[in-house]
């Protein structure tokens, strides 16, 4: 699904250069529950946002679905982006004006999915999450691990191939953590593809492979599955 | 998807209540502002565009050259008309109205009044002007003399019910027949009257009629359609050459003839003396149409930066909505969709404000504009339009600065000094700038236009105007004026009193003199002034040399001339000590008298007097005694019991004169009207001054809080380590202050060109002072220093434990 060759990204400032990927070469099949471990700094973020068509690379290749997207302009990215990938982030990143409903809603008003069509599958995804007698409240009405299940409804609900998790348990106690990443794993028993960026050893072990990053490249791969 | 956008552009605009009440509110204030004017202006430019045909309209008008300068005038000799119809083919038809002042007295049975809004004027003047008729025949209603189309508001006053047509009405004593009713004439025609007299019955001798040097009349043209009237301009101006040249040079001018499209007569005309026209100022529209442009623009500016500055607060959403599949152009959309809203949210308080303004607006401007954009929907669709412009003029910067963020960035919590890009930081900078320019020219032009306007009301004119009526004399007034004023002058409150013509403020003859010489007679044109014994006394005018004209010096009536200091300048004789003595010859107005020439000498010279408004510069003035001519009498009252004055003057007018009302003005109410137009321009500046400071201040003050929230962690910072309060404020104004002070100095030389500009239509005029930038300057900052210091204080005085915690 996700193959990465050679990967190059170098960010700038006036005088200091920071390489946060370095020739990475890196490979994601369908089905898979990856997850991508190091220290701060060492580039995984900057991966998830390559992966996740947010961020461009310098040069190397990607190809999502045998298709080469380092070229693509901003709309295709989005396109691509709104049709297959989902978000979840470690802040959970839901929008204060809009209610619960609301917010899960958005990503399939911009895939232009009518409105009846939309109200069953966002009730549907609500209910899987349990947080459907909250579907008329504010984000901030919500506790964390309540935020982020809405986040993970929002991230699946236009039933995404793959999705992207920034440390999805790190503003979470351990219960609420425990909560999100069985959420996870039930996507990708269903199919999902995962890819998911933590420093929790116990998150990780939820995966099928670790992929451990130092400087820019992957140094270790744990094949737990 | 819209649906979602309108439901996240209320919600934000109802979350951050404060920024949503600023934009609205300066917004408003901004197109009502627009609004007014732009009412005010339409209402201007609609003049004469009713007229059928008018396109092949033009008035024609001159601009005369005389030792004196140049003047235009609106008025032209009879022969222009003559000439146009005789020889050009392409002229279709033409009018003429004659120049006349004064009332005429109109009686029919017992209603007995003076009418001022009349005019005679020749048959045609219907097919040029086709005004509507309730009763007669346009074709032929002034085509005899002594016939007369009125108004049907004059036909009521004067016949009641009665049908007025083919009744005789007493014009000045003289029998008139109505030969036409007129519907009313239309508020947008240029010409103002309910009374048309047919030119045939105002008794002018043949001879005058064939003159090319006497400008006493109003002249229209019709052309033919398809007309090159650039060509035929040429044309005519070649025959005035040729033909008027020669009997005008003599007299000391000679005159180029040009049209003027009927367009723009109402608003190209204000430079003309002599006009009859109901005459608009298209400087004085052209500076509100930009002056309304300016509150609006000042207020746009206050969206886009109140708009880019809390850019942060929304960062999170959009990256957020990027992520989840949201393209640039989707958020462009929701954002202008936003600004949109607030704008039609503005346009529809601005309307109501409009509407409850407008009739202090009418009042003001002596106008009837309507405006009810509920019941107009062409008007209402106009109105929305406008407000979506406005909404994405203002709206399109922000929405393209937003929608650019980079969602990795703003959702790692990078905040807005970072996260919105450097040209957004120097274009608030500079959008305050521009704000505060406009703000400071504002206020520099509105202190320069009122200083004027005080000028023009409070300087010495040289004679005093106070406490006199004046009045035109008729019947045995006019025949014994002497007899008169004795009467008059028993009562005590009445100090002194003065027969005419040629007072100040009031109509005068513009003529000329001729000086004796070796090589010669040399004719100057001069204004005549016809005056008795008392009116230099009367007026409180001031010798320089010589004396007054007395009753002991017989040869006085005869022999005698007085004249201005400008005078004895522009005949060439020196000083007003070697002009005592000097000869002045002058052509009588009555030719069948026994001697033409009157052959005097100057006796007396005096000071310079502003007989007419400051507008106009005092030129060559003679004074002399010509009892045929006496036209007014002006009186000079004690202001103590003014009504019993007044009382009394009419009680003795009436024993002289029983057959004519008194129709008496005061002195220094005519002057005061004069410049009507000035103290308009002038309260309307203020008003519009205001409002634009207030606009901008209120962009300020949401700038400052916006500031003061982003630099909260440096200020918390700042207080732990030390700093004092009054040193933050002094930090978070400074920032402000340098706008406003680089605004200052872009305003003052634009402000200084433009007043200069205004200032040179003026003859007299006020200096533009230094101080008045220096007052502007400080006025701006600190106006502004006192609309950020709410938010810097507030911010200086916060506990830094409460914002550090929350970072």
């Known amino acids: 699904m996700i193959r990465i060759k050679e990967l190059e990204k170098v960010y700038r400032t006036e005088d200091v250069e920071t390489v946060a990927l370095n020739k990475l070469t890196f490979e994601v099949k369908e089905g898979e529950f990856v997850a991508v471990m190091g220290p701060s700094g060492c580039g995984k973020s900057t991966l998830l946002n390559i992966v996740g068509l947010l961020d461009d690379p310098d040069s190397g290749s990607f190809l999502f679905n045998d298709i080469e997207v380092v070229d693509f302009n901003e709309r295709k990215r989005a396109d691509l982006r709104k049709r297959n990938i989902g978000f979840v982030f470690q802040s959970f990143n839901l929008i204060d004006e809009l209610t619960v409903f609301e917010n899960v809603e958005l990503p399939l008003i911009y895939l232009g999915v009518k409105t009846d069509e939309r109200k069953k599958r966002v009730e549907a995804v609500l209910d899987k999450m349990q947080i459907m007698h909250r579907r008329n409240h504010y984000p901030q009405q919500l506790s964390g691990g309540q935020q982020q299940r809405v986040a993970v409804a929002r991230a699946v609900v236009n039933n995404p191939r793959l999705i992207l998790a920034d440390e999805p348990t790190g503003n979470l106690d351990s219960s609420n953590g425990n909560e999100v990443m069985q959420l996870l794993t039930d996507l990708n028993e269903q199919g999902t593809t995962i890819i998911m960026v933590t420093h929790s050893e116990h998150d990780a072990r939820y995966s099928h492979r670790i992929i451990r990053m130092l400087d820019g490249q992957t140094v270790t791969e744990n094949i737990l599955v | 998807m819209l649906k979602n956008y309108f439901k996240t552009a209320l919600r934000n605009l109802l979350r951050y209540k404060g920024f949503t009440a600023i934009n609205i509110l300066s917004l408003s204030i901004g197109i009502t502002g627009c609004m007014l004017i732009g009412l005010f202006v339409w209402d201007e430019w609609k003049y004469d565009k009713f007229i059928q045909g008018g396109e092949n309209v033009y008035r024609l008008y001159t601009e005369r050259k005389s030792t004196e300068g140049n003047t235009s005038t609106a008025s032209?000799?009879?022969?222009?008309?003559?000439?146009?119809?005789?020889?050009?083919?392409?002229?279709?038809?033409?009018l003429r109205i004659l120049m006349a002042g004064g009332k005429l007295l109109l009686e029919h049975e017992n209603v007995k009044a003076y009418e001022e809004k009349y005019m005679f004027t020749e048959a045609s003047f219907f097919s040029i002007f086709p005004l509507k008729f309730l009763q007669g025949d346009p074709k032929t209603a002034l085509a005899e003399p002594s016939s007369v189309v009125i108004t049907s508001d004059l036909a009521s006053k004067y016949f009641g019910n009665q049908s007025a047509l083919g009744k005789t009405i007493k014009v000045e004593q003289e029998n008139f027949v109505v030969k036409g009713v007129l519907a009313g004439v239309p508020e947008h025609f240029?010409?103002?009257?309910?009374?048309?007299?047919?030119?045939?019955?105002?008794?002018?001798?043949?001879?005058?009629?064939?003159?090319?040097?006497?400008?006493?009349?109003?002249?229209?043209?019709?052309?033919?359609?398809?007309?090159?009237?650039?060509?035929?301009?040429?044309?005519?101006?070649?025959?005035?050459?040729?033909?008027?040249?020669?009997?005008?040079?003599?007299?000391?001018?000679?005159?180029?003839?040009?049209?003027?499209?009927?367009?723009?007569?109402?608003?190209?005309?204000?430079?003309?003396?002599?006009?009859?026209?109901?005459?608009?100022?298209?400087?004085?529209?052209?500076?509100?149409?930009?002056?309304?442009?300016?509150?609006?623009?000042?207020?746009?500016?206050?969206?886009?930066?109140?708009?880019?500055?809390?850019?942060?607060?929304?960062?999170?959403?959009?990256?957020?909505?990027?992520?989840?599949?949201?393209?640039?152009?989707?958020?462009?959309?929701?954002?202008?969709?936003?600004?949109?809203?607030?704008?039609?949210?503005?346009?529809?308080?601005?309307?109501?404000?409009?509407?409850?303004?407008?009739?202090?607006?009418?009042?003001?401007?002596?106008?009837?504009?309507?405006?009810?954009?509920?019941?107009?929907?062409?008007?209402?669709?106009?109105?929305?339009?406008?407000?979506?412009?406005?909404?994405?003029?203002?709206?399109?910067?922000?929405?393209?600065?937003?929608?650019?963020?980079?969602?990795?960035?703003?959702?790692?919590?990078?905040?807005?000094?970072?996260?919105?890009?450097?040209?957004?930081?120097?274009?608030?900078?500079?959008?305050?700038?521009?704000?505060?320019?406009?703000?400071?020219?504002?206020?520099?032009?509105?202190?320069?236009?009122?200083?004027?306007?005080?000028?023009?009301?409070?300087?010495?004119?040289?004679?005093?105007?106070?406490?006199?009526?004046?009045?035109?004399?008729?019947?045995?007034?006019?025949?014994?004026p002497e007899a008169f004023k004795d009467e008059l002058k028993r009562s005590a409150n009445v100090v002194a009193a003065t027969a005419g013509y040629g007072l100040p403020g009031d109509q005068y003859a513009g003529d000329g003199v001729i000086i004796p010489g070796k090589e010669g007679d040399k004719r100057h044109s001069a204004n005549l002034f016809i005056v008795d014994h008392d009116y230099i006394s009367t007026l409180g005018i001031k010798m320089v040399a010589g004396r007054d004209f007395s009753k002991d010096m017989a040869t006085d009536v005869d022999e005698a001339f007085i004249i201005s200091e400008t005078a004895v300048r522009e005949l060439g004789f020196g000083t007003p000590q070697k002009a005592l003595g000097q000869p002045i010859h002058w052509d009588k107005w009555e030719k069948d008298s026994l001697n033409p020439l009157k052959k005097g000498r100057v006796i007396g010279v005096i000071k310079d007097f502003h007989y007419k408004s400051l507008h106009e510069k005092v030129t060559t003035t003679v004074l002399q005694i010509y009892p045929p001519a006496l036209a007014k009498m002006a009186v000079k009252v004690k202001t103590a019991d003014l009504p019993n004055t007044i009382a009394y003057i009419k009680q003795v007018w009436s024993r002289f004169s029983p057959d004519y009302p008194l129709d008496y003005k005061f002195m220094d109410e005519s002057f005061a009207a004069m410049y009507k137009s000035e103290d308009k321009l002038g309260s309307l500046l203020w008003i519009f001054t205001i409002m634009a400071v207030v606009v901008g201040c209120m962009g300020l003050f949401g700038l400052a809080a916006f500031s003061a929230e982003q630099r909260n962690k440096e200020i918390s910072i700042r207080k732990v380590l030390g700093a004092s309060i009054g040193g933050i404020v002094a930090l978070l104004s400074r920032s402000f202050l340098k706008p406003v002070f680089i605004a200052s100095v872009i305003a003052f030389p634009i402000a200084w060109f433009a007043m200069n500009k205004w200032l040179e239509n003026f003859p007299y005029r006020v200096t533009i002072s230094w101080w008045v930038f220096g007052i502007a300057a400080v006025a701006a900052l600190l106006i502004a220093l006192i609309t950020v210091s709410f938010q810097t204080i507030k911010a200086a005085l916060s506990n830094p434990v409460t914002s550090l915690r929350n970072e």
């Not at chain 2, 002249?219 to 650039?230: C, Q």
């Not at chain 2, 039609?344 to 405006?371: D, R, W, Y």
């Not at chain 2, 700038?433 to 306007?453: E, G, K, N, P």
């Open chain 2, 190 to 480: 240029h010409l103002d009257f309910n009374l048309l007299l047919s030119l045939k019955s105002a008794g002018l001798p043949e001879s005058r009629m064939e003159s090319w040097g006497w400008q006493q009349f109003f002249t229209y043209v019709k052309v033919k359609p398809g007309t090159n009237v650039g060509q035929l301009q040429s044309k005519f101006q070649a025959e005035v050459k040729r033909l008027a040249h020669p009997k005008t040079s003599p007299g000391g001018f000679t005159y180029q003839a040009y049209f003027q499209p009927l367009k723009n007569i109402h608003l190209q005309s204000s430079e003309f003396s002599y006009d009859n026209a109901k005459r608009g100022n298209e400087t004085y529209v052209n500076g509100l149409s930009s002056i309304a442009l300016f509150v609006l623009i000042i207020a746009c500016f206050n969206f886009i930066n109140l708009a880019t500055a809390r850019s942060f607060r929304r960062a999170k959403e959009i990256g957020v909505r990027k992520v989840i599949g949201a393209d640039r152009r989707q958020l462009l959309l929701q954002f202008t969709g936003e600004t949109i809203l607030l704008s039609l949210v503005s346009v529809l308080v601005a309307t109501i404000a409009s509407m409850i303004i407008l009739p202090a607006l009418n009042t003001f401007t002596e106008k009837q504009i309507a405006f009810n954009p509920f019941t107009d929907p062409i008007l209402a669709a106009g109105l929305i339009a406008a407000g979506m412009l406005i909404g994405i003029l203002a709206g399109i910067y922000p929405a393209i600065v937003l929608s650019g963020f980079q969602p990795i960035k703003v959702l790692k919590g990078i905040k807005s000094s970072s996260a919105s890009p450097g040209h957004v930081q120097w274009l608030r900078q500079a959008l305050v700038i521009i704000q505060f320019s406009l703000s400071a020219l504002l206020i520099i032009s509105t202190t320069i236009v009122y200083r004027q306007v005080r000028f023009l009301h409070e300087t010495d004119m040289g004679f005093n105007k106070d406490e006199i009526l004046y009045f035109p004399v008729r019947g045995e007034v006019a025949k014994n």
């Open chain 2, 76 to 94: 032209v000799a009879p022969m222009f008309a003559t000439h146009l119809k005789q020889q050009f083919p392409e002229v279709d038809n033409t």
